[in-house]
């Protein structure tokens, strides 16, 4: 299995100020068809998981752009860049090149 | 907009089966994977496996000896059997659609608590 990796787990954050998360993988999972299916994905109380990136870098639908995903390879990263109330939450990274889907630990975004 | 609802027992014993449903409305999930995925309380995310619209599955190897998936299409639901339960089965089970080719779960269910107790 691919093995994802997130860092920091804990990330205190002034509101207004950006954040950045890293997630690093074991191995490249670039899939057959040439695309890197890496995505990032918010989890708040009481809510469904939210999709917010898709393909390392694609924004979803209804996303705020001070929401970005960059990457290549093994790293990639997921840069908010001015932190707001709301997206206090869990964010996870997760790749579906390969079976079985794999994701990483959770960073927590708090408000210092 | 498509929304996905999960439902379940709550409560289901140590050695009998889980059995839980996603129920899929306001929009068609045909041609569609539907992935369960679970949360055990304070760990991560788990990707259990994705059944198709027409009824392919795919596992993950770390559970794929105790659960099967099902789909109804006349009723846009889902269902997840996990059988011989323990402790380490209670989790928040999620269900979420994946576009065919897509490499992403856009639409999450709310998720649904089942606990192993006797």
């Known amino acids: 299995d691919i093995v994802m990796t997130q860092t920091p787990l804990s990330s205190p954050v002034t509101l207004g100020q950006p954040a950045s998360i890293s997630c690093k993988s074991s191995q490249s999972f670039v899939h057959s068809d040439g695309n890197t299916y890496l995505s990032w994905l918010q989890l708040r109380p009481g809510q469904p998981p939210r999709l917010l990136i898709y393909r390392i870098s694609n924004r979803f639908s209804g996303v705020p752009d001070r929401f970005s995903g960059s990457g290549a390879g093994t790293d990639f990263t997921l840069k908010i860049s001015r932190v707001e109330a709301e997206d206090v939450g869990v964010y996870y990274c997760m790749q579906a090149s390969q079976f079985p889907y794999t994701f990483g630990q959770g960073t927590k975004l708090e408000i210092k | 907009q498509v929304q996905l609802q999960e439902s379940g027992p709550g409560l289901v014993k140590p050695s009998e089966t889980l059995s839980l449903t996603c129920t899929v409305s306001?929009?068609?999930?045909?041609?569609?994977?539907l992935s369960w995925i679970r949360q055990v309380p304070g760990a991560g995310l788990e990707w259990i496996g994705y059944?198709?619209?027409?009824?392919?599955?795919n596992y993950n190897p770390s559970l794929k000896s105790r659960v099967t998936f099902s789909v109804d299409t006349s009723k846009n639901e889902f269902t997840l059997e996990l059988r011989s339960v323990t402790a380490a089965d209670t989790a928040v089970y999620y269900c979420?659609?994946?576009?065919?080719?897509?490499?992403?779960?856009?639409?999450w269910g709310q998720g649904t608590l089942a606990t192993v107790s006797s």
């Open positions: 979420a659609r994946e576009i065919p080719a897509a490499g992403h779960l856009d639409s």
């Open positions: 306001g929009g068609s999930i045909s041609g569609h994977y």
């Open positions: 059944i198709h619209y027409s009824g392919g599955t």
